[in-house]
Nanobody
Framework: QVQLAESGGGLVQAGGSLRLSCAAS????????MGWFRQAPGKEREFVIA????????SYADSVKGRFTISRDNAKNTVYLQMNSLKPEDTAVYYC?????????????????WGQGTQVTVSS
């Protein structure tokens, strides 16, 4: 059974940092892109950032450029999201996901495995 487990969420003041981790189990995902999405109350799930299968290419939503970075450790079947200079508008549940292909995708339906989500709350 495939499982993705996010961790590292919490409450942080504006300007602070958090590092999210997503550990995959049940199979290896070294051949697939991985991404992070987020969903705020009353809003649709949106793309945040993604990384290709090798870790050599990344893509960011404009809202997080220069503040968020993504990395992966294929040996550990884990992807990370480093979030710096957090803003109140970053408050959301953050989900990691495994893409259907090696290359980066930004649409929700282009990912076929999802974690349960971790809450990130940024206070002003």
């Amino acid at each position: 059974q495939v499982q993705l487990a996010e961790s590292g969420g919490g409450l942080v003041q504006a300007g602070g940092s958090l590092r999210l981790s997503c550990a995959a189990s049940g199979r290896t995902f070294n051949s697939y892109s991985m991404g992070w999405f987020r969903q705020a109350p009353g809003k649709e799930r949106e793309f945040v950032i993604a990384i290709d299968w090798s870790g050599g290419s990344t893509s960011y939503a404009d809202s997080v450029k220069g503040r968020f970075t993504i990395s992966r450790d294929n040996a550990k079947n884990t992807v990370y999201l480093q979030m710096n200079s957090l803003k109140p508008e970053d408050t959301a549940v953050y989900y990691c996901a495994v893409g259907r292909w090696r290359t980066i995708r930004t649409m929700v339906d282009e990912y076929n495995y999802w974690g349960q989500g971790t809450q990130v709350t940024v206070s002003s």
